[in-house]
């Protein structure tokens, strides 16, 4: 349409501006379009090919892959996992445990690293700390002893100490004694299947 307003020039100039601002605007879009196609077309082929190997959740493995820990159940069926030595003590407290999950040790003597996994802001029920408390007493120097102090803390509370397999340090922690009950502890380490 003309516009009346506009002289015959104007009219002439504003038309070949559309011109070109939409001969612009075609060349972008079709740049766009193969863009895309390209896109699509890696996706189609990625979609294709087999998929890696992926864990499902933190501790999950692929069937070639060696746990670093044994897994017990403890209280309502929750999971503990316990460190089978020092290299793996290092490997379960700094690969697969989270900073929210709950670390525990038998206090002032060598033993395994135990973590709870439990949900980020979960509170942690007393008899699931004490099924742990039982498996870090067992799985240290302090096994077969009636009694023996528990630390605990926080994941994120654990730092490691350079050049020695599975010691680490830590802060924030709270400690307990535990006095071990052998009926509970046979029940961690050789479950009863109904």
Do not use: C, M
């Not at 077309?41 to 060696?66: C, I, K, W």
């Not at 460190?83 to 690969?95: C, E, I, M, P, Q």
């Not at 700390?129 to 002893?145: F, I, M």
Request: aromatic residues 6%; without cysteine.
């Amino acid at each position: 349409k003309l516009d009346p307003a506009r002289s015959v020039a104007k009219q002439a100039e504003w038309f070949f501006h559309q011109y070109k601002r939409l001969t612009r605007g075609t060349e972008v879009a079709k740049a766009r379009l193969a863009a895309l196609d390209a896109e699509k077309a890696a996706l189609e082929r990625e979609l294709e090919s087999p998929p890696p190997a992926v864990r499902q959740a933190h501790g999950d493995r692929t069937p070639d892959e060696r746990r670093p820990f044994r897994e017990y159940l403890g209280a309502e069926g929750h999971r503990i996992w316990v460190g089978k030595g020092s290299a793996d003590n290092d490997t379960l407290t700094f690969k697969h445990a989270r900073p929210h999950h709950v670390w525990l040790h038998a206090r002032g003597v060598p033993g395994a690293h135990v973590v709870i996994p439990i949900e980020r802001g979960a509170v942690l029920p007393q008899e699931l700390l004490l099924d742990a408390a039982l498996l870090a007493l067992h799985h240290s120097d302090l096994k077969g002893q009636p009694r023996g102090e528990i630390s605990y803390v926080a994941v994120k509370h654990v730092r490691k100490v350079k050049g020695a397999p599975g010691a680490v340090t830590f802060s924030q922690e709270k400690t307990f004694v535990l006095r071990v009950d052998p009926g509970q502890l046979d029940q961690l380490l050789h479950p009863r299947v109904d």
